[in-house]
Nanobody, 118 residues
Framework: VQLQASGGGLVQAGGSLRLSCGAS????????MAWYRQTPGKQRELVAR???????TYVDSVKGRFTISRDNAKNTVYLQMNSLKPEDTAIYYC?????????????WGQGTLVTVSS
């Protein structure tokens, strides 16, 4: 079982990026899916989370700019990031609460770098 994230890159301030993260393997069910981010010297921060029923939460700094969504048929979570700011620069990690043959636990993706230039 693994989570594979993609979509990071370099963008100018005010631009947009869309991150994707797919879960693969012998997965019985997926509960929460989320995106976190981390910059050097700081703790990993929860950016957005989406429940299995679609309920979403966001950190205050991205409200109105980022949108998290999921495609349950594809076991994939997305993060649409608009009006990007230099302070959004970070490594973004996807995570998911998965139930597999080994039980239920939180899985992490490998991280994708987002760099926003001013």
């Amino acid at each position: 079982v693994q989570l594979q994230a993609s979509g990071g890159g370099l963008v100018q301030a005010g631009g947009s990026l869309r991150l994707s993260c797919g879960a693969s393997g012998s997965i019985f069910s997926i509960s929460d899916m989320a995106w976190y981010r981390q910059t050097p010297g700081k703790q990993r921060e929860l950016v957005a989370r989406i429940r299995s029923g679609g309920f979403t939460t966001y950190v205050d700094s991205v409200k109105g700019r980022f949108t998290i969504s999921r495609d349950n048929a594809k076991n994939t979570v997305y993060l649409q990031m608009n009006s990007l700011k230099p302070e959004d620069t970070a490594i973004y990690y996807c995570a998911a609460d998965l139930t597999t043959v080994d039980g239920r636990r939180y899985y992490w993706g490998q991280g994708t770098l987002v760099t926003v230039s001013s």
